[in-house]
């Protein structure tokens, strides 16, 4: 009897060791061991995970809500991952049948639906969608954590300034400020000093023209407002099946008048891979590209890079 109850005590002792609590935008998230069956709503989760060697058991890589699945550097890696709806519309139904031990959702776009999740499984709800590249490091290390790998985390986030202190040697100091923005068919929507993207390229030695708009990191402007503003460089983010609006905007001749236009300083990325992706697979991508297209010392852009 003796020796029964020692060995209670001691797995006792064992689970407290390995219980796990962890802030997140809706308070806490508490599992009593790292989870191993992990469901992601938001690609840069899903882009964590896999950095981390997690395969989560499903991810929001749907198509409805006119959401556009996985960025094109995540699709062969995500390919044989259940889909469980989209970000804009999660199958509550799909995410219950995989018996998650955890959810890791989007503060913003799936806000209205978090209690639901929070009864399938416990659910952290992280700002990915509308948070900065601090936002994102802080995610990768709680993930890591909730999942059991803080080590790599940490060594991801590790190698990640290495890469972007090494970037920064491109940047060219006291270059004039961009504006980035993220164009559709449709809308011009900018993203601020605040948004993933717009501190990203801070980040890498670039100084952003915008800061949020109230509390709007990210929003829209129409081509007066652009003239109004003249940026020295425009940083564009496009579909390459899309037609943007600044095609149309180019016949206006405001658009030509434009000083990024003029100094021929207009680099173009793919919208799908820099602003949906947003983890450290992402990064490293985006890392490079920055340094191809010549953005970083302020250079005419190169082939890959320029506005057609």
Do not use: C
């Not at 068919?185 to 900018?190: L, Q």
């Not at 030509?256 to 949906?276: E, I, M, P």
């Amino acid at each position: 009897m003796k020796t029964k109850l020692l060995s209670l005590s001691a797995l006792v002792l064992l689970s407290s060791a390995l219980a796990l609590t962890v802030k997140h935008e809706r308070g806490t998230v508490e599992l009593a061991a790292p989870a191993k069956r992990v469901v992601a709503l938001e690609y840069s989760f899903v882009d964590t995970l896999l950095a981390l060697g997690v395969t989560p058991v499903g991810g929001a890589l749907g198509t409805q809500g006119g959401d556009r699945g996985a960025p094109p550097y995540l699709r062969a890696l995500t390919a044989k991952i259940p889909a469980t709806g989209s970000r804009a519309q999660p199958s509550l139904e799909s995410i219950a049948a995989l018996r998650p031990q955890l959810i890791v959702a989007d503060a913003f776009v799936q806000g209205e639906i978090y209690p639901q999740l929070a009864k399938l499984a416990p659910t952290a709800a992280f700002q990915s969608r509308r948070g900065s590249l601090d936002d994102l490091n802080a995610q990768t290390l709680a993930i890591g954590q909730l999942v059991g790998r803080e080590a790599a985390a940490k060594q991801l986030l590790a190698d990640q300034q290495g890469l972007i202190r090494k970037a920064r040697a491109f940047a060219k100091k006291n270059a004039p400020p961009f504006v980035a923005a993220v164009v559709t068919p449709k809308s011009f929507t900018v993203h601020s000093n605040q948004s993933f993207v717009g501190s990203f390229l801070e980040a890498l030695g670039r100084k952003n023209a915008l800061s949020p708009k109230g509390d709007q990191t990210q929003y829209e402007l129409s081509l007066e407002g652009l003239v109004a503003l003249n940026p020295q460089t425009l940083v564009l983010f496009t579909a390459p099946d899309e037609t943007p609006i600044t095609q149309e905007w180019k016949k206006n001749p405001l658009w030509q008048k434009l000083s990024a236009v003029q100094r021929g300083r207009v680099y173009v990325f793919d919208r799908d891979n820099w602003t949906r992706g947003r983890g450290p697979m992402a990064l490293k991508l985006m890392v490079a590209q920055a340094i191809e297209s010549r953005l970083l010392p302020d250079t005419a852009p190169s082939a890959a890079f320029r506005d057609q």
